[in-house]
């Protein structure tokens, strides 16, 4: 080829390319398979390493990080990053408001066009929970990019913000104005929040204390191959210099108008007319806050137009005409009174933080989780420290701070304890990982608990009604120990319990004998196994067909299994190879426990292996565990949320927001009766 027709190759390449990275993490709106996206980016690649000469800051070939830069040089804003000013209650907004209608009805409403203060439209945003960055385009080219700092100067950190997708290599558009600055937030969703702290968790690595530290520690990355790993975005909020490009006569005018030069904006944003509106936004946020991806800690109320906003003018830190209306705090600080362990299912011991009592959003606090060990010994947390504890939605509270600097004299590291707090048996913690757990097995009576209350649950054999309270009478009383006494108890066991009448100890007994009844699947995933969640149990249930072929498996055998690697498949062969648990397996069957064998499936392909379903809205013919337990027979992974990577949709009646997130990514849909007729193809 050519360079001629290489350069004109590439231009179309990249064009088409940009095209698609707008629509797919701007709009949230891809038309292509990620198939078809991944050819025409390896064709570029390609044209661009035959002809090194062509390749420009701009292609999308020149997102991937590349070299760490030794340090981080500084910007000095032309404009300077102001703050705003918050306000806490409907009260102070008020007060907010009456200011800036006062000062307006004083410089407007002698001779100018209005008669005494207005009610004046706010344009209204969440306010997200990341770090601000400065944006500055060259004739449509991103040239620069820097945080807040001081407001003055900021850290360069371009290398790190060319790798977030949604921010804009090159403007959308026709016009490509010689200068542009754009401001906004770069966030963490909270999806991928989760993901990353699994991930580095699962590595022994340090964890994040929420999703506004992980995007502010990922964009100050000196290797932007790491901040490429990252799940950022980046939404735009304001437009401060735009040299060639008329500006929009309203704050809202110019966040669409920057949509429209391809940054992704806010897709809460609404403008309306004074108090009442700003209070209604606020409640309806604040009531939806948990369900957004984002974080957010308020929102942010700019006067909309920009005419009265250049009337209004600066204090000396922040605008006039904005503010940011917080929500109750998410954090607060408070002193560790103690440290007590409790003891899981598994004999995992998690530390548990007795706090002196603290208002957290909205909520009276005096229990946080410390997650492990690790996280006391890297914390160096000790009792009596001053601590901040964060709390989001209905998530438990956590320590995410120590202050040394407030710690009193004498305070000593805290030590792992070397027996179980609960039945005094050894404590191991091995090498490789985080966790320490007690030894004592269902000897242990919180392990014996934690094992009875999953047997039982909804996933697993489905007692109906032996709830948490009564495992923890009948383990108290000793009327059981294991899973198989669940199947011995009489009515005259059950009636001293508290609480407990005739009625309701005959209907606990007819669904102990219900359960006797289940599958293989579901008896696999009762019996609790580490590591053994319930796709797993399918896929070890239809790899080998009966629980005598799976009890005499070796770890290799294990390992043949569909998603099933050495750790996994050495947890199982231990869990079968204990004489205890062998016994507790016999008396169940004894018991009258069963559930036919399935087929032998071996490393037979599923249909649905490696794509993600979502289910929505109630159908009339299964219930929805029982079409989640088809779809994972079929190999499909079931999540509880949409997103661009899901495959398909099962909206049955009253669908709800799911339809709607699948509708607005392109998700493919798919009724009641198609869905039936899917597992009918496939002989479910």
């Not at 209306?325 to 103690?338: D, I, M, N, S, Y």
């Not at 205890?580 to 071996?602: F, K, Q, S, Y």
């Not at 992974?637 to 709607?660: W, Y």
Request: proline fraction near 6%; glycine fraction near 8%; charge should be negative.
């Amino acid at each position: 080829m050519q360079q001629a027709e290489a350069v004109r190759e590439i231009e179309r390449l990249r064009a088409e390319l940009r095209h698609h990275n707008h629509l797919y993490y701007v709009l949230d709106d891809p038309q292509v398979p990620d198939s078809d996206y991944d050819l025409l980016f390896q064709r570029l690649r390609q044209l661009e390493a035959q002809f090194p000469a062509l390749v420009t800051p701009d292609s999308p070939t020149q997102r991937v990080g590349g070299e760490a830069v030794p340090a981080f040089a500084t910007i000095r804003h032309e404009v300077p990053m102001l703050s705003l000013d918050n306000v806490f209650s409907a009260d102070e907004f008020a007060e907010f408001d009456r200011r800036v209608r006062d000062r307006l009805g004083d410089m407007l409403g002698q001779g100018g066009d209005l008669l005494g203060p207005p009610d004046i439209d706010y344009c209204c945003e969440p306010k997200l929970d990341g770090l601000a960055i400065s944006l500055v385009y060259e004739n449509g080219v991103l040239a620069r990019a820097a945080t807040r700092g001081d407001g003055l100067t900021g850290e360069d950190i371009t290398h790190n913000v060319r790798t977030i997708k949604s921010v804009p290599l090159c403007l959308e558009g026709s016009q490509r104005p010689p200068l542009l600055e754009v401001r906004g937030e770069v966030v963490m969703p909270k999806a991928g929040f989760l993901r990353l702290n699994e991930q580095a968790a699962a590595r022994g690595d340090k964890i994040f204390a929420n999703p506004r530290n992980a995007a502010a520690g990922s964009l100050r990355q000196l290797d932007p191959r790491i901040a490429a790993q990252r799940p950022l975005e980046f939404y735009a909020y304001a437009l401060v210099r735009s040299d060639g490009l008329a500006p929009a006569p309203t704050q809202s005018g110019m966040l669409r108008q920057l949509g429209g030069l391809g940054f992704r904006i806010s897709p809460e944003i609404r403008t309306g007319r004074g108090c009442p509106f700003v209070m209604d936004f606020y409640r309806d946020i604040q009531v939806r806050r948990d369900g957004l991806p984002y974080e957010i800690d308020g929102v942010v109320i700019k006067v909309d137009a920009v005419r009265w906003q250049q009337e209004l003018g600066f204090v000396s830190r922040a605008p006039r005409w904005a503010t940011a209306f917080k929500f109750p705090a998410q954090e607060a600080l408070t002193v560790l009174r103690a440290v007590e362990f409790q003891v899981g299912r598994t004999g995992a011991l998690t530390p548990v933080a007795r706090l002196e009592p603290v208002a957290v959003g909205g909520v009276r606090v005096s229990n946080a989780t410390l997650h492990n060990f690790d996280e006391i010994e890297r914390m160096d947390v000790r009792v009596g420290d001053s601590v901040v504890i964060y709390r989001a939605g209905d998530v438990i509270p956590k320590i995410v701070r120590v202050l040394p600097e407030r710690r009193p004299a004498g305070t000593v590291p805290l030590p792992l304890p070397t027996q179980c707090p609960v039945c005094g048996s050894d404590i191991e913690r091995p090498e490789d990982e985080a966790i320490a757990r007690c030894s004592g097995g269902l000897f242990c009576p919180a392990q014996q608990k934690e094992a009875l209350k999953h047997f039982v649950s909804r996933r697993a054999l489905d007692i109906e009604g032996l709830g948490d309270k009564w495992i923890d009478q009948l383990v108290e009383m000793a009327l059981i120990k294991t899973s198989a006494d669940l199947f011995c108890l009489r009515k005259e066991d059950l009636l001293p319990l508290e609480r407990m009448g005739d009625k309701l100890a005959d209907n606990l007994l007819r669904a102990v004998d219900r359960s006797r009844q289940t599958t293989l699947p579901r008896f696999l995933y009762a019996l609790g196994i580490r590591e053994v969640g319930e796709a797993t149990a399918l896929n070890i249930a239809r790899h080998f067909g009966t629980l005598d072929a799976i009890m005499v498996a070796d770890e290799a055998a294990f390992m043949q299994v569909v998603d099933v690697g050495p750790v996994v498949a050495e947890s199982i062969a231990t869990f079968f190879r204990q004489p205890h648990n062998r016994e507790v397996i016999e008396r169940l069957r004894d018991c009258g426990v069963t559930w036919p064998d399935l087929e032998a499936h071996g490393q037979r392909e599923q249909p649905l292996a490696g794509q993600t379903w979502v289910l929505t809205g109630s159908l009339s013919t299964l219930s929805r565990d029982q079409a989640k337990e088809k779809l994972l027979h079929l190999g499909a992974k079931v999540s509880g949320s949409v997103s661009k990577k899901t495959h398909c949709v099962v909206a049955g009646e009253a669908a709800g927001s799911k339809l709607a997130d699948a509708e607005k990514l392109g998700v493919p849909l798919m009724d009641e009766a198609a869905f039936i007729n899917l597992l009918s193809s496939h002989g479910l």
